[in-house]
């Protein structure tokens, strides 16, 4: 088999490729596994033409999606890779540092209150402290929360960068956002920098509480008291753009007298009557915007809360890049998102270790990674289409990009650049069809990737082993599954479109990546088996109705081999992505709880949206955690921090009804012989569930922390539990 071995690097190879070993065994194992679900379908079949029943129909669609999706992430595994980049090389070909490619930087925001402005600058001055040539770095930051508290840190931060970038340079600090790197460095008390951040955040904090900067005493310079009236009879759903350039290369210097990158905030132009796009929107008019002041050929897109961890990274991105046997294709170099301060055992599955990781090298496999919203480095030509920015590959004599002009902040410059960022300006264009990034899904990551693969770029899928870039997970259950509640719905609105992966994707990228990007868009269907499997077999159980092969039946087997061969392969893939059991463990829960969760509201929702009741909006993930909550988070402990969330009580009454049945079932195994053998499966199936769920009935009947399950959602769902018994009762007995 010739694909499974690797390519033979060069000595002086920029990266190198290699197809995983297990990729051989992962393919036996797939056709195996196929027949045995072939052969489920097969029984589910004839058992249901032998007695047609509503019951033995619901099991059959529950394994069906199963069968489904599983078809769908088998290109994950058929040919993943891994690669490597060797930096240090990059300048033996590139030349001189005056001879790399000027790289933008667009970060975004949109709520001071769910994202600190402090941790968006540090963000931002993470990248400025980029070890790359300052003269050819610029950080633009979109805040759609169009806060003057916001721009007023990042006023605070271009002063600050004057001293913060040559500290990093002189100490050789690998973090270099300032907030990362003093919560977890022992620094003395009296470091200068420390004390001058300090004194930093508290004036932000300070303007932060107030919720405005203008009229006190936060700032003695008139001209930029001056911007600040701009704010008057301002929300953030209706003002005129604004774009402030703080830093500009050509004219600031830092403490040391080197040149500082160009930093320049904006918040696009929003009034009620125009769609903004979310995401999507506000990263166009950056694309927009930073052309015309600075046209950068290759941008990086980063959200508020990742960092970088490592001043080289885009060196990395380059080895790929500016590589001429990949240039013209490639439209993006994706990093992994990283996520820190997770608890040990990671209880919500926050690093999504499949997603950012695993299948990321799945898809590398096949034309590369999908879009994940942040950490990217994009070739701009991918995005805008101007052919004047293309990146000039290293064996080609094109001159590089033109620099577009001089001052950034000539009037002239600032009146096309505001325009840019205009309500109107997308008006009658083919921004976010097919320009730039795509509109019309809450992903617009993932649809925007996917529809640069069928448009026939490639990307590549960077994951270097000290993490380039590091952020925020969510920390309380409520919002990482509102998060994923989210994800999909934007992944159900790719499905549905014209662009359907199953139907447009696998004609236009290919068939493997049609099928990773299908698994993606019908995530959503998981709320199908998984709402099927949390209630169907225990509410059988408990009125004494066998649903499955009893384990004398030879077909008992096949339903063995099905969940262990599933379960196994996922945990070695788990562990092999440096995993732990512990966090495995977790990871399954959270399947469960999304699919009882997420998955059913998200879908609920999307059909609202869909038929018009309601609308979608982006709801930020908040970065903030109080003390109390995060003190429980880094014990373990299930967060259902005091809030009524629908999501719990879906939660709660699943847990209720398997303790419930899988009680009785016990009970009942035991007093009368045969029984356990009969129903096995489902004692097995619903004492699983419980295994699961143990932490939720801790924080239904024990806890007494204000992180416990709220009284009320208790109440329901005991309440909805039983009603569901009575359904039970009704349909199995009567
Ligand atoms: O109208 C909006 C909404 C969000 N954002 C920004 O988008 C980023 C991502 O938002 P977040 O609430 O953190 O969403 P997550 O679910 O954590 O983000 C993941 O999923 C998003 C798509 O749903 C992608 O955009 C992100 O890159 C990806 O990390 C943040 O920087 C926000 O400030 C905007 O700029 N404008
Ligand atoms: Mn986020």
Request: hydrophobic share 45%; glycine share 8%.
């Given at each position: 088999m010739t694909t499974l071995s690797a390519t033979k690097p060069k000595p002086s190879a920029l990266h190198t490729l290699k197809v995983d070993p297990l990729a051989r065994f992962n393919r036996v194992h797939s056709l195996l596994y196929s027949l045995g679900i072939l052969a489920l379908l097969y029984r589910h079949c004839t058992s249901f033409l032998a007695s047609p029943s509503f019951l033995s129909l619901l099991l059959f669609l529950a394994d069906l999606v199963l069968a489904f999706m599983w078809g769908l992430v088998q290109p994950f595994r058929w040919r993943s890779v891994r690669r490597r980049e060797f930096p240090e090389r990059l300048m033996d070909t590139v030349g001189r540092r005056e001879d790399l490619p000027a790289l933008d930087v667009f970060i975004c925001t949109a709520d001071p209150h769910k994202e600190p402005p402090m941790s968006v600058v540090s963000t931002a001055l993470s990248v400025m402290a980029f070890d790359y040539p300052t003269d050819r770095l610029s950080v633009y930051v979109s805040d759609d929360g169009g806060s003057e508290v916001t721009l007023f840190a990042f006023m605070e931060a271009a002063m600050f960068a004057r001293y913060w970038l040559p500290f990093c340079r002189e100490n050789g600090v690998q973090e270099r956002s300032p907030e990362a790197y003093f919560s977890s460095n022992m620094c003395e008390n009296y470091d200068k920098m420390k004390m001058m951040y300090q004194a930093m955040k508290e004036k932000v904090e300070n303007a932060l509480q107030r919720g405005h900067v203008a009229g006190n005493d936060l700032i003695a310079a008139s001209e930029e008291l001056e911007i600040f009236k701009k704010w008057k009879g301002f929300t953030r759903r209706d003002h005129p753009s604004i774009i402030q350039v703080l830093l500009e290369s050509s004219k600031d210097a830092d403490i040391m007298g080197d040149a500082l990158p160009n930093l320049i905030y904006v918040s696009r132009e929003k009034n009620i009557t125009s769609p903004h796009h979310f995401k999507a929107g506000a990263l166009n008019a950056l694309v927009r915007v930073s052309s015309i002041m600075t046209n950068a050929p290759v941008v990086l897109t980063l959200d508020c809360d990742m960092y970088s961890n490592d001043p080289k990274s885009p060196f990395r991105a380059l080895c790929y890049l500016l590589d001429p046997a990949m240039a013209s294709k490639l439209a993006y170099v994706q990093f992994p998102q990283h996520f820190e301060g997770l608890n040990e055992g990671d209880i919500y599955g926050g690093e999504i270790k499949r997603l950012f990781r695993t299948n990321a090298r799945g898809m590398d496999g096949f034309g590369g990674p999908n879009y994940v919203g942040s950490n990217c480095f994009f070739s701009r030509r991918a995005l805008g289409g101007i052919r004047s920015s293309a990146l000039a590959p290293l064996d080609s004599h094109e001159s590089k990009e033109p620099r577009p002009c001089g001052s950034l902040r000539l009037d002239s410059v600032m009146k096309r650049a505001h325009e840019a960022a205009g309500c109107d300006y997308e008006v009658g264009t083919k921004w976010g069809s097919t320009i730039g990034f795509r509109y019309g899904s809450l992903v617009e990551d993932f649809y925007t990737g996917y529809r640069l693969h069928c448009e026939g770029w490639v990307s590549v899928f960077c994951d270097p082993e000290r993490p380039a870039f590091s952020g925020d997970a969510p920390k309380n259950l409520n919002d990482a599954l509102g998060q994923v509640k989210r994800w999909c719905i934007g992944l159900l609105e790719v499905a549905i479109s014209k662009h359907n992966p199953l139907t447009f994707g696998i004609r236009k990228a290919s068939l493997p990546l049609g099928l990773c990007y299908g698994y993606y868009a019908y995530w959503g269907s998981w709320c199908i088996p998984s709402t099927i499997y949390a209630f169907l077999p225990p509410l059988?159980?408990?009125?004494?109705?066998?649903?499955?092969?009893?384990?004398?039946?030879?077909?008992?087997?096949?339903?063995?081999?099905?969940?262990?061969?599933?379960?196994?392969?996922?945990?070695?893939?788990?562990?092999?992505?440096?995993?732990?059991?512990?966090?495995?463990?977790?990871?399954?829960?959270?399947?469960?709880?999304?699919?009882?969760?997420?998955?059913?509201?998200?879908?609920?929702?999307?059909?609202?949206?869909?038929?018009?009741?309601?609308?979608?909006?982006?709801?930020?993930?908040?970065?903030?955690?109080?003390?109390?909550?995060?003190?429980?988070?880094?014990?373990?402990?299930?967060?259902?921090?005091?809030?009524?969330?629908?999501?719990?009580?879906?939660?709660?009454?699943?847990?209720?009804?398997?303790?419930?049945?899988?009680?009785?079932?016990?009970?009942r195994a035991a007093r009368i012989e045969g029984v356990f053998d009969e129903m096995f499966v489902q004692l097995f199936l619903s004492g699983f569930v419980v295994a699961n769920c143990l932490p939720i009935y801790e924080a239904m009947f024990l806890r007494k922390d204000a992180g416990k399950m709220p009284g009320n959602v208790t109440l329901i769902s005991i309440l909805v539990a039983g009603f569901l018994h009575l359904i039970g009762y009704f349909m199995f007995t009567i």
């Open positions: 059988a159980l408990i009125n004494q109705k066998r649903l499955f092969p009893e384990v004398s039946d030879p077909w008992f087997y096949l339903y063995a081999y099905l969940f262990l061969a599933a379960y196994s392969t996922d945990l070695v893939d788990f562990l092999r992505a440096e995993g732990t059991i512990h966090r495995w463990w977790n990871d399954q829960r959270m399947w469960m709880v999304r699919g009882v969760t997420s998955f059913p509201f998200g879908t609920t929702q999307f059909v609202l949206n869909h038929v018009g009741i309601s609308t979608p909006g982006f709801n930020v993930t908040s970065k903030v955690t109080e003390e109390e909550q995060s003190e429980r988070y880094d014990k373990g402990m299930f967060d259902f921090g005091g809030v009524a969330s629908p999501f719990f009580v879906g939660l709660g009454t699943v847990a209720i009804v398997n303790l419930s049945s899988f009680l009785m079932g016990i009970a």
